[in-house]
Each structure stands twice: as structure tokens, then as C-alpha cells.
């Protein structure tokens, strides 16, 4: 499996982990401002960061790959 392959399964992991963590906080703050909403704060702290790091090493993968091409 060639290194640009690797970048794109990291960048479709990030965008995964980053739906789990951003979406949730982002709806309930517009449908449900008013809501207790322990589960999506924990979730953008704990998921989140690790889809951004996903990001950045897909990213850094994808382009490294890329020039050895």
C-alpha cells in the first residue's frame, strides 16, 4: 500500500472522527441551545483532537507521497 494511499484512509479517518466530535456540539448549540449538554462538550474534547491530529498526519502523509511520486 503506497504512502498516498496511507494519507487518504488517516483523512477519511480524521473526517470521521470529526463528525463524531464536532456534529453533535454544533447541532445541539443551534436546535437545543438551552439543553444540558455534557455529552457533546466531552465528546469535542476527547474525539475532536485526535481527528485533528489524524488530519495533519493524513495531510503530511498524502503530500509526502505525493512528491515521491
Do not use: E
Not at 488517516?10 to 455529552?39: E, T
Amino acid at each position: 500500500m503506497t504512502l498516498k494511499r496511507w494519507g487518504t484512509a488517516f483523512l477519511q479517518l480524521a473526517a470521521l472522527l470529526l463528525a463524531i466530535g464536532l456534529l453533535p456540539l454544533v447541532a445541539l448549540g443551534l436546535f437545543f441551545p438551552g439543553a444540558p449538554s455534557m455529552l457533546p462538550v466531552l465528546l469535542s474534547l476527547t474525539v475532536a483532537p485526535l481527528g485533528g491530529l489524524s488530519l495533519v498526519i493524513g495531510l503530511t502523509m498524502w503530500l509526502v507521497g505525493l512528491v515521491r511520486q
